[in-house]
């Protein structure tokens, strides 16, 4: 059986969700660390306001979100797969043009329709762009690590690349947004629920955690993702 994190990977490309492991403390108050870099708990707090937002502004009801996991641990997800596929690419001398990431958009219906897919898949817009350059800097390590045009090239590539990314800028995701099994993602998990609750958060005085919907917004749906292009 395939990995979790191959699995989406090859079947999420400009608005997937590459999941990398975890393991090991993080720093109090820390949402995740990728690489050297801090996601602060409060940081998240701010994305999953600001999808919201962005989905009401957009007339996307929150409760039709297919989602596999709540969303503060996808907008988290996504946060922190942007970061280290960025990061591994830096590394490498691998970089996405504007140009690049525009093309994706161009290609999707244009970027009043594409945010709308980045949007149903719990990617705040104003961390939309950096997540699609992640993706294209992650197409164009995996066409370097052998990628074709069949899906076992592409699916052994996108391993490659995960396995690399893991081991260079390695992701860390603190245990109050849940258990993560490379397997299968986000699982149930006693101490703090299911993968398809919103974990609590440590957050300032007056600041809502970020898996807490403000007064009125149920919870999101839990659910898979649509497939899109893959790498290659």
Known sequence: MKSYRVRVAVALAATGIAVTACGGPVQAGSAAIVGKERITSSELN??????????????????????????????????????????????????????????????????????????????????????????????????????????????????KVIQEADSTVPVRYSPRYGKFDPQQGFVADDRFGSAGEAPAAEAPAGEAPAGEAPAGEGAPAAGGAPDTPQAG
């Open 46 to 159: 701010d994305e999953v306001r600001a999808l919201r937002a962005d989905l009401a502004a957009n007339k996307i009801p929150e409760g039709q979100l297919q989602l596999s996991f709540s969303l503060p641990q996808t907008v988290l997800l996504n946060m922190t797969t942007s970061r280290q596929f960025q990061e591994l690419g830096r590394s490498k001398g691998v970089t996405a043009t504007d140009r690049e990431v525009d093309d994706i958009a161009v290609a999707q219906g244009g970027w009043d329709q594409f945010n709308k897919v980045l949007l149903s898949n719990g990617i705040p817009l104003d961390e939309g762009r950096g997540f699609v350059r992640a993706v294209v800097v992650r197409n164009k390590l995996a066409q370097q690590s052998g990628a074709g045009q069949d899906q076992e090239s592409q699916q052994a590539a996108i391993q």
